[in-house]
Each structure stands twice: as structure tokens, then as C-alpha cells.
């Protein structure tokens, strides 16, 4: 077994890198104050290929591998995070419509995605209880034109940037989520209305919103896949974003330790630099352990990935693994730094904002160890 | 919890009363801007809440210490960057409690019966957790001091009336050469500089203090030269508890926010599945058992007993619970945890582990607490048998 | 259509290497390679030439076995082949080695038009390839370039010397060792580092260069390696007034030849 990344996979992580730092480095900090969508950084991800990144090459994309994806992801969220949310949001559009989509569905949109003419986005959130059932669930109720979609969607990344959504609604209000079928779902449809950006804790720039939908007419074509995929295209989808998601844990995790380290061997306080503290070691190593473990996990199941096996075990242990231990990343790291890491002047409070935003549990009831158990007991 | 005497009830729920009043509207508001909350002093000042510590001869509350913590956790629950304002005023003046004279008492909490608040100035940039690193000075003239040196992260600095600072009278006898002097606002020289712009507590005043050949008189020394230290340590093993008491608020307060989306989320089906209610359960044992350690080292002090173990160990206790229960409510409220209240009550954890004295500071503290006094040996075989 | 070939080196990334506090020696164990800083900007030269004017980019290299981690970063830049010549002994070549067999697989490879190499490595900086490389080819040498183009089989250049700026042209063949500031470096898109791949790479194998012994035989041996740490003076003024300080601080820097 070979725990390396294959020479591709490191050249491509390199130029990640250093993409990040010319691209990302100099506009993070006004970033996370404006919380405006970083257009011309968005531009620039393009040109490189990263937003085509597991395109096949036929439409123009890089075709490069899902352990590739993750290396890039982990590249850029160590400059900024935000800007891999958006990458990431785009990509799980564009890896849904590239898994099921028709012919006709990939030519419509997967050229224009590659090139980040246009981004993706996935709506599969909503307020109630369950997903497909409550008030604002949102129907889709057939029509002889289509399907006529009518409730919300909430915390939708990309909202109001996106020119496609992948939009997960139910068919039968009464049978709830069962019944979820996909849309494709152009931006610009008839009595589709993006509200107000939610104003989130961290990731800002990367754009997010409820979605709703007044007698907004899909025709046929605009369905994904079979009318009743809808409950397996979301849980697929869903396990590998968790896994990109933990790419972007670790990005974060690893620069904020890089820093922390960083500055205790240069704070001097009772007549030594605090590196030299067993307390300061120990928080230092224990954030370097995690993100570690979190790491090699994160790329056995990438790798899982992109050879067609199942992952979704090993993706929910990562993501198990990471809504514990995740957030404790920054936590300890601020402390290392104690005032200087709680001082907007520094790194590492918007870095504490933005870790804490890859690892919600949005799927109300769905925790990862449901899937964990039942793959062992 | 301590089973509350009435008098504690009432003022706890006047407390209470005040903060849903006066705080809780205005918390997110004044988070987002990070200015000063100016109302609060107005709207205290029937109350006298921030002569809460004050002793009764000098015009306070006298509250005993329990119940401080009872309207320091209710200010933490509303807003934990306002109840940081509350909090370290009466800090500054525990310094006055300590040491000072009845004259200085009687003229440095006057201005506490006004809502007028003090600050402490203690850090410096190269003196954190090394806090006898210090390097301002305070050179003796006649019947001044002349102070020099340049204070941060001081709480406060921007708004207060008066002042508590740590300058060193004997440079050549280091951590025994550092003095406590009360400054007031407006003394020549004695300027603020930066504010800093914080992660969290963000209605909290935080700035950096700026002391340029200040003329301090002899008779605002606290104490003798060379007692800064000793002061400085007493004082923050009295104010500690007042950060676990912040923290059990914000703890508490993201816990019923909680508690209220869930009963939101799932209307008629409060009992959403195992996974989920345990983890409030275990949010619920933090909370609850933060409170009690709270509780019993406010206990320890009001009835004289030597404290400072239990107050390193409740500081310590409480913010880790405040950071792990703000942290997992993020996480488990998902979307919604993220675009609410959750996440300003997560950032405000952060600093109850780092402020007045760091938590591995608090550790150092209490394991030498620990390994001071070894356990009394078991008896030998002999010994039992009673020869 | 200028036909460039462009020579660097697989060095090992300096920001990865450690140095030991108690003798000075250096811990490489965890260090990544990388292609030498100045030789990326040779790269990236030959490359915006070629894209401008047409031609070909070859690339060329000599090292440990090391080299062959090296092959797809040169490709993902920009050449359109890369030639290798991979040998143990280069862990002690000296210039006089290198040079030999850069120029012996260049006769074997070449003509080519313009021969581009980094101003000096990454590693140890010898700034002697590429003057070696023009003498032993019998061609001119253009050093320490900071821009360069190419009309027809003209080559026109302005080399940056410590007091002035030089502007140099060259008809027909020449070797040219460039600066940093020629050019930023492209980060490879990534198809251009999975076409990398796709590009032909060709082992030349030292035996095949018609070489004598002594052709390989360094002349300069390298002893040893030891990192240099800033040493802080850690002088202390400690007069009662600051203009004291401050003059005899003056006095200190113009001993010094500082001020």
C-alpha cells in the first residue's frame, strides 16, 4: 500500500499551492470583511482547470482524479477557505450532473462548467423536520408541461451566483423525503427567488441563501436522473461533499498549526520561547495528530472514490471523526496564541470562523454514525 | 446549583430582568459593530450593579460571592462581551478591596456608584502569562511616581474612570519590584492607544494603554512598593470566578437556543432520536456541573475558607464546558447553528480559556495544588492489625 | 522558429532542511526536490520565446537517480521533451563534471539555437554552467539576462551588471543564463501537468557521451555543508537617556563601516 501521492497528484497539489498564495493569499483578509463573491479569484481557478478538476476531458475538464480534487481543496482552504466552499458547492453539482445525467443534460451544462462560465450550485436543505415534509418542504407536483415546484430551500450555497442548482424536491408531499426526485434547475427559471445572503460566522464569500420557488415550470429534461433517484443522487452526492468538506477541515487545521508553531518559537515569555512549554507541545501536537489522521482518512476514501468503490463508510468515519475533533483544531491553536490568536489582526480567528463551518450536521437525524454502525452491526 | 436564599432569588431575577431588558436586544447589534455599549452604564445605574463587590460602608451592594456569580452568569448569558465589561470593573476594583487604604476605598469606588467603570492594567506586550515580564516603570520623584511604559488587551482601557496599573518602582528586583498605582482617566500623558478588534466579546472594550512620563501621586499607591505582584495575584484568584460564571451563561445560553430549534424544528416531536438528545443530555451534565463547581468555590470564599485551588480549578472548568457545549451547538444545529446567534456565543468561548490567566496557567495551579500535600500512606498489615 | 534547449537541475527544496543546532549540519531527510528557482525562469523563458515565435523546447538534466521525480515538472512548464542523464556520481560533480556532460549531450542533441540555463542553482550557486557550457560549445555567452527576445536568428538581450544596464545582441547560436526577474514562472494548469505524461522523456546514458575518465573526475571536492544561523550580537545600550543610546549605537554601526 502506498501512502504517497503519485507524482501528478503532488505537481498538481504544488500548483495549487502556489496558485493559492499568488491568488488567494493577497484577498482573504478583505474576503471575510466584504463577504462579496470573489469574481475575478473564481476567474482564475478557472483558467488553472481546478473548477474542472474531475471533468472528463471530453467536455473540457481536467479530468484529474478525486484524490487530485481533495489535494487541491486542502491547497486552497489553507489560504482561504471560502473560496474552497465555492469550488466545492460547483463541484458537486457538476459531479452530479456528470454521474446522471442525460447525454443531452452534460452537453447542456458540463463544457460551460469546466471553464466556470458557469457554477454550480445544490439545494437539498430545507427548514422542517425532514427533508420532502413541513410548510415550506419543497413539492414538485407533475404537470403536463414538466413539473411545477412550488416550497424553499434552505442554507443553499453559491445562492445567487450559480447558474444551474441541483434541486432535490419531493414528489408526493404525503411520502416525504422518499419520493425526492432532482431537477436540474436553471437560476434565471420563471418564480425562482434567491433571498437574502445569510450573514454566516465564517467561509464568507462563499455566498449562502434560502431559495424559494413560486410555481417554477421544469420540464421533463430537467429532471436527474429516474423520478424517484432523487434519495440515492442526494446521499451519494451528499458522502462525497463530506469528503471535500474534511479536505477543506484539514487545509484549514494544518495552516493554523504551521502558524501557531510558527509564532511560539518566536514568543518569548519566562525567558524562553513558549515552544519549549510542555503545555504549548502538547496542544501543538495533538492539532498535528488529528490533522494527520484526518488526512489519511480523508485520502483512503478519495481514493475509494475515484476507483468506483464504496466509500460511504469510510467517508462518514472522516466526517465522525472531524465534527468531534475538527473545531478542536482551532480551538487549541487560538490558544497557543492566547491574545494574538483572538486579535481580527491575525490569521487565526478567521480561520477559528471558518473550521467551524466544515463540519455541521445539516441532515437533521442523519449523523454519520448511523451509517458507521450499520456498516458493522 | 446552591439552593438560593430569597434574597439571591430576587436579585437573581432582577439580574435576569435587567439582561432581557437592556442586554439580549442589543447583543447582536452591538457584536457586529464592537462599539462600546454606552446603554448599559445609563440603564445600571439604578441598580448599582457595578458596586456589586462594593463593601456597604462605602456606598455598594456588598454582594456576597455566590450571588455575584449569580448576575455575572445571567450578564453572560445575555451577552458574554457585555458581561466582560461588568466583570472586569469589579476586577479593578477587587485590587482597591484588597489593598487599599480607607481613603483610596472610600475615593475610587465613588465613582462605581455612578456606573462608572475601572480597568486593570496588568499585560503588556512581552508580559502575557509571564505577567511579572512587565517593563513599565514607576520612578519615584518627591511625592509622585512618574510611570512609563505601554499597557495591552486591557479591558475597558477606553471607558474607565479608573485605573489599576502594575509598574515596576525596583526594575533590579524583579517580579518583588513591581508596584500597583490607581490611575485616573484624563492624568496627562496617560493615553489610549489601539483597540483591538477581537474574535468575540466584541461589545467588550479592549484596547492598548499608553503611559508617556504620567504623574502619578504617592497616595495613589496601592499598598507598598513592591506588593504589585501579591495584589495582582489575590486579585485575580477573587475575579477568576467571575469568567466561570460568564462562561456558565454562555453555555447555558447556547443550550436553550438549542433547545428552543429543536422544538422549533420538530414541532409535537421534541424526542428527535437518541443521537441527538444525548448529546443535549451531555451538553445539560456540562452546564449543570459547571455551575455547581462554580457555586461551591463561591461558597469556600463567602465562608472565609481559602479558595484559590477551587477558583483556578472553576475558571478552568467552566470555560472548557462554555467552549466544548457553544462548539458542538454550532455543529449540531448545522446551517442554522452557523447563521445564528450559536456562532457569536462559540467565538465568545474562546476567550474565557485564554483571559485572566490562561487555562494551562490555571493547570499549573492546580497540579501543584495537587502534588503539594501526598496522600497519607495506606496503613501496613502491622499497622492494621493494631501493633 | 528559434530551437531551445534549456538545462537545470533537481535540487532539494531548502525551505524542507533543517539545520542540526549542535553541529551546524544539515538534515535534508525530509526535504522535497524541486527544479533550481533560476532554472524555472529558463524554463518559463524558453517557453514564452517558443509560444511567441514558434520552435521547439527541449529540456535537459543531470543528477543522482533523483532526477526522474523531475521529468513531469519540466513537462507540465512548457518543453516539449526532456532528456536525462542520471548518475550517481553527480552527488560530487563539480562544475567542471557538470558541464562536461551538459555540453557532450548537447553535441549529441543538438544544434540548437539558443541553450538557456538558470544564473546559478538554487543549491550551491557556482553561476559557472553556463560560461563553461559556451566554452567547451565554442559559442558566445549572454549571462546574467533580464530580457530577452529573438527576431529572425537574431538574438537580442539587456543583461543587468551591478552599476548599469547592458544591451547585447547575438547573431546565430548562443548560450544564455538568465535572472529571476526575466520572467514569473507560470503555475502549470492542471492539464498542463497531467499532459506532462504524455510528453516523451529520453535517458542518455553517460557511456554514450564519448567521454574520458578524467572528463568525469572532480577537481574541486566538496568537504562539507553547514548552515549558517544569524548569530544576534546581543549588545545592550543601557544609558539613562535615549540620545546616549542612540549615539553610542552610532559610534557601534560606524565602527562597523555600517554608517
Known amino acids: 500500500m502506498n501512502f504517497e501521492l503519485t507524482e501528478e497528484q503532488q505537481l498538481i497539489g504544488q500548483s495549487a499551492r502556489d496558485f493559492a498564495k499568488e491568488y488567494l493569499e493577497p484577498i482573504a483578509v478583505e474576503l471575510d470583511h466584504s463577504g462579496e463573491f470573489p469574481k475575478e479569484a473564481v476567474k482564475a481557478l478557472a483558467k488553472h482547470d481546478f473548477l474542472g478538476l474531475l471533468l472528463p476531458d471530453d467536455v473540457g475538464g481536467a479530468a484529474a482524479g478525486f484524490v487530485s480534487y481533495v489535494e487541491v481543496i486542502e491547497d486552497l482552504s489553507r489560504y482561504s477557505a471560502a473560496v474552497a466552499s465555492i469550488v466545492n458547492n460547483h463541484m458537486i453539482a457538476a459531479y ?5 445525467g442525460t447525454a443531452d443534460q452534460k452537453k447542456q451544462y458540463l463544457p460551460g462548467m469546466a471553464k466556470g462560465e458557469i457554477l454550480g450550485g445544490f439545494a437539498i436543505y430545507e427548514h422542517g423536520p425532514t427533508p420532502g ?14 413539473y411545477v415546484l412550488n416550497g424553499k430551500k434552505a442554507y443553499v450555497r453559491n445562492a445567487g451566483e450559480a447558474s444551474v442548482y441541483v434541486v432535490f424536491a419531493t414528489t408526493d408531499a404525503a411520502a416525504g423525503e422518499k419520493t425526492w426526485a432532482a431537477f436540474l434547475l436553471p437560476a434565471d427559471a420563471v418564480g425562482v427567488k434567491v433571498g437574502e445572503k445569510l450573514e454566516t460566522m465564517g467561509l464568507r464569500g462563499c455566498p449562502v441563501a434560502d431559495i424559494t420557488f413560486e410555481n417554477v415550470i421544469l420540464p421533463e429534461t430537467a429532471l436527474l436522473g429516474t423520478v424517484n433517484q432523487g434519495v440515492a443522487i442526494s446521499a451519494k452526492a451528499l458522502a462525497i461533499a463530506s469528503v471535500a468538506e474534511a479536505a477543506q477541515t484539514v487545509g484549514i487545521g494544518q495552516a493554523a498549526v504551521e502558524h501557531a508553531a510558527a509564532y511560539a518559537k518566536q514568543r518569548v515569555q519566562f525567558g524562553k520561547p513558549v515552544a519549549t512549554l510542555q503545555a504549548i507541545q502538547t496542544l501543538l501536537a495533538e492539532v498535528a495528530t488529528d490533522c494527520h489522521l484526518a488526512r489519511l482518512g480523508l485520502r483512503n476514501a478519495a481514493l475509494l472514490i475515484e476507483e468506483g468503490k464504496p466509500f460511504e463508510v469510510e467517508a462518514a468515519m472522516v466526517k465522525s471523526f472531524l465534527v468531534r475533533l475538527g473545531s478542536k483544531m482551532l480551538i487549541d491553536t487560538c490558544q497557543v496564541e492566547g491574545g494574538f490568536g483572538y486579535s481580527e489582526s491575525m490569521p487565526l480567528p478567521r480561520m477559528f470562523r471558518d473550521i467551524a463551518g466544515t463540519n455541521l450536521l445539516d441532515a437533521p437525524g442523519d449523523f454519520p454514525e448511523k451509517l458507521i454502525a450499520a456498516s458493522i452491526a | 446549583m446552591s439552593i438560593l436564599s430569597p434574597e439571591q432569588k430576587a436579585i437573581q431575577q432582577a439580574a ?22 454606552m446603554l448599559l452604564l445609563e440603564a445600571s445605574k439604578p441598580s448599582n450593579i457595578f458596586a ?15 450571588t455575584q456569580a449569580l448576575v455575572l452568569e445571567e450578564w453572560g448569558y445575555g451577552c458574554a462581551g457585555m458581561g466582560t465589561t461588568l466583570a472586569a470593573s469589579v476586577l479593578s476594583m477587587d485590587s482597591v478591596l484588597i489593598a487599599g487604604t480607607d481613603e483610596q476605598k472610600r475615593r475610587y469606588f465613588k465613582p462605581m456608584l455612578n456606573a462608572e467603570i475601572g480597568s486593570f492594567g496588568l499585560t503588556e506586550p512581552g508580559a502575557g502569562s509571564d505577567a511579572a515580564a512587565g517593563k513599565a516603570t514607576a520612578v519615584k520623584k518627591g511625592d509622585e511616581y512618574i510611570l512609563n511604559g505601554t499597557k495591552c488587551w486591557i479591558t475597558n482601557g477606553g471607558f474607565a474612570s479608573v485605573y489599576v496599573i502594575f509598574a515596576l518602582t525596583d526594575p533590579a528586583a524583579g517580579v518583588k519590584g513591581i508596584s500597583a498605582f490607581i490611575l485616573e482617566r484624563g492624568l496627562p500623558g496617560f493615553t489610549i492607544g489601539t483597540t483591538d478588534h477581537k474574535l468575540g466579546i466584541r461589545a467588550s472594550n479592549t484596547v492598548e494603554l499608553l503611559l508617556k512620563d504620567v504623574h502619578v501621586p504617592a497616595a495613589n499607591l496601592l499598598g507598598k512598593e513592591g506588593d504589585g505582584m501579591k495584589i495582582a495575584m489575590k486579585t485575580l484568584d477573587m475575579a477568576r470566578p ?6 456558565v451563561g454562555l453555555a447555558q445560553r447556547a443550550l436553550d437556543t438549542c433547545v428552543a430549534q429543536v422544538h422549533a424544528r420538530f414541532p409535537g416531536k421534541p424526542y428527535p432520536g437518541q443521537t441527538l438528545q444525548f448529546k443535549l443530555a451531555d451538553m445539560q451534565i456540562k452546564v449543570e456541573a459547571a455551575r455547581d463547581c462554580l457555586h461551591q468555590a463561591m461558597r469556600l470564599r463567602d465562608v472565609g475558607s481559602p479558595y484559590s485551588k477551587e477558583s483556578a480549578i472553576c475558571k478552568t472548568f467552566c470555560s472548557d464546558v462554555a467552549m466544548q457545549v457553544t462548539t458542538t451547538a454550532v455543529s449540531l ?8 446567534a450559536l456562532g457569536k456565543y462559540m467565538r465568545d468561548s474562546k476567550i474565557m480559556q485564554i483571559y ?3 487555562n494551562q496557567i490555571q493547570r499549573l495551579v492546580i497540579s501543584r495544588a495537587v502534588l503539594a500535600h501526598p496522600p497519607a500512606p495506606a496503613p501496613s498489615a502491622a499497622q492494621k492489625a493494631g501493633k | 522558429m528559434p530551437k531551445c534547449l534549456v538545462c537545470y537541475k533537481w535540487t532539494l527544496d531548502e525551505q524542507d532542511i533543517k539545520i542540526r543546532p549542535e553541529d551546524l549540519s544539515l538534515d535534508s531527510s525530509r526535504a522535497k526536490g524541486k527544479i533550481s528557482d533560476f532554472d524555472r525562469n529558463a524554463i518559463e523563458e524558453a517557453t514564452l520565446l517558443v509560444e511567441k515565435n514558434g520552435g521547439a523546447v527541449d529540456a535537459l538534466t543531470y543528477g543522482t537517480a533523483a532526477v526522474k521525480k523531475s521529468l513531469k515538472d519540466a513537462l507540465s512548464r512548457g518543453p516539449g521533451k526532456v532528456y536525462w542523464v542520471a548518475d550517481a556520481g553527480a552527488e560530487a560533480a563539480d562544475a567542471n563534471v557538470i558541464s562536461n556532460i551538459l555540453a557532450a549531450s548537447i553535441r549529441k542533441l543538438g544544434p540548437y539555437d539558443l541553450i538557456l540555463c538558470g544564473e546559478g542553482s538554487s543549491d550551491l550557486f557556482n553561476q559557472q554552467t553556463a ?15 533580464q530580457k530577452l527576445s529573438v527576431e529572425g536568428d537574431v538574438v537580442s538581450a539587456t543583461r543587468k551588471l551591478e552599476e548599469c544596464q547592458e544591451d547585447v545582441t547575438v547573431k546565430g547560436s548562443v548560450v544564455i543564463s538568465v535572472l529571476s526577474e526575466i520572467n514569473k514562472p507560470r503555475i502549470p494548469t492542471l492539464k498542463q501537468v497531467l499532459g506532462a505524461g504524455k510528453k516523451p522523456n529520453e535517458e542518455i546514458k553517460i557511456a554514450e557521451l564519448g567521454l574520458k575518465p578524467e572528463d568525469l573526475q572532480p577537481k574541486a571536492m566538496r568537504k562539507s555543508v553547514k548552515g549558517f544561523v544569524m548569530q544576534r550580537k546581543n549588545v545592550i545600550y543601557k544609558e539613562t537617556s535615549g540620545a546616549d543610546n542612540v549615539a553610542k549605537l552610532k559610534v557601534s554601526l560606524a565602527s562597523e563601516g555600517l554608517c
Not at chain 2, 18 to 37: L, M
Not at chain 2, 52 to 66: H, W
Not at chain 2, 242 to 247: D, H, Q, V
Not at chain 2, 333 to 340: A, E, I, K, N, V
Open chain 1, 96 to 100: 452530479s450532473i456528470q454521474q446522471w
Open chain 2, 242 to 247: 467571575a469568567i466561570a460564571a460568564l462562561s
Open chain 2, 356 to 358: 485572566e490567566g490562561t
Open chain 2, 52 to 66: 456589586m463587590a462594593v463593601p456597604k460602608e462605602y456606598g455598594g451592594l456588598n454582594y456576597d460571592a455566590v
Open chain 3, 131 to 145: 560560461p563553461r557550457l559556451a566554452a567547451l560549445l565554442g559559442l558566445p555567452c549572454l549571462s546574467f539576462v
Open chain 2, 16 to 37: 435576569k430582568d435587567f439582561v432581557a431588558k437592556y442586554i439580549i436586544p442589543n447583543a447582536a447589534e452591538y457584536d457586529k459593530s464592537g462599539e462600546f455599549p
Open chain 2, 333 to 340: 444545529m448545522g446551517s442554522y447553528g452557523y447563521t445564528s
Open chain 1, 133 to 146: 415534509v413541513g410548510a415550506d418542504a419543497l413539492v414538485a407536483t407533475k404537470h403536463d408541461v414538466g
